[in-house]
């Protein structure tokens, strides 16, 4: 499987926007990138994922390198909801396995 | 949108017995579910796929005969912990994605204690 390298940590103030930066130089044609967060004693939450192209929704923007060789997931205004364990995987076709890197402890202070 | 319901969210068990999680999919189809373990500050371990009507496929240094898994149903999975000791004790947690496409939904874990 690809490896995905993540910071251990970031901190934010509220409202501010997080960038939060993945490299995976290692990525192939066929993955497309994950984006999970982890609140405290909770499963894994869906946020985004893209191929090749940027990608936005109601939580957060995928901002994907042109070369795919990194990425970064943009949380527009950060709030104390928002503070989780983020994590960037690669994944391929349907059905196909997730593995977990170590992820970004993001600290969201008020 | 999806949901993944994942039962008992706590469970505490005397050393040596068994304990089964369920997990299950509430409003869709999911032929391929997956089984992670995750200890205090660590990053999530998967443990194994679980196929529906087929056999489980284990990741390396995953004991099968430990962790018993059944995949009968579309929308079932079931984690069997069997003689547990106080090193199984962990936050075990399920995912499943739509066999129509779309994200990987995850249960919101079952943690386990055995004493």
């Known amino acids: 499987d690809a490896k995905t390298t993540q910071p251990n940590s970031m901190e934010s103030n509220e409202e501010e926007p997080v960038h939060l930066p993945c490299n995976h130089s290692t990525i192939s044609g066929t993955d497309y990138i994950h984006w999970y967060r982890q609140l405290p004693s909770q499963g894994p939450e869906y946020v985004i994922h893209g191929l090749t192209s940027n990608v936005n929704n109601r939580m957060a923007s995928l901002a994907i390198a042109e070369d795919r060789k990194s990425s970064t997931l943009i949380l527009h205004r950060a709030t104390l909801r928002d503070a989780a364990v983020y994590y960037c995987i690669l994944g391929r076709s349907a059905g196909n396995k997730l593995t977990f890197g170590g992820g970004t402890r993001v600290l969201v202070k008020p | 949108g999806a949901v993944v319901s994942q039962h008992p969210s706590r469970v505490i068990c005397k050393s040596g017995t068994s304990v089964k999680i369920e997990c299950r999919s509430l409003d869709f189809q999911a032929t391929t579910m997956f089984w992670y373990r995750q200890f205090p500050k660590q990053s999530l371990m998967l443990m194994a796929t679980?196929?529906?009507?087929?056999?489980?496929?284990?990741e390396q240094g995953v004991e099968k005969d430990k962790f018993l898994i059944n995949h009968a149903s579309l929308t079932l999975s079931t984690l069997t912990v069997t003689s547990a000791h106080p090193e199984d004790s962990s936050f075990y947690i399920c995912s499943a994605r739509d066999a129509a496409g779309g994200g990987y939904t995850f249960g919101s874990g079952t943690r386990l204690t055995v004493v």
């Open positions: 679980s196929n529906e009507g087929s056999k489980a496929t284990y």
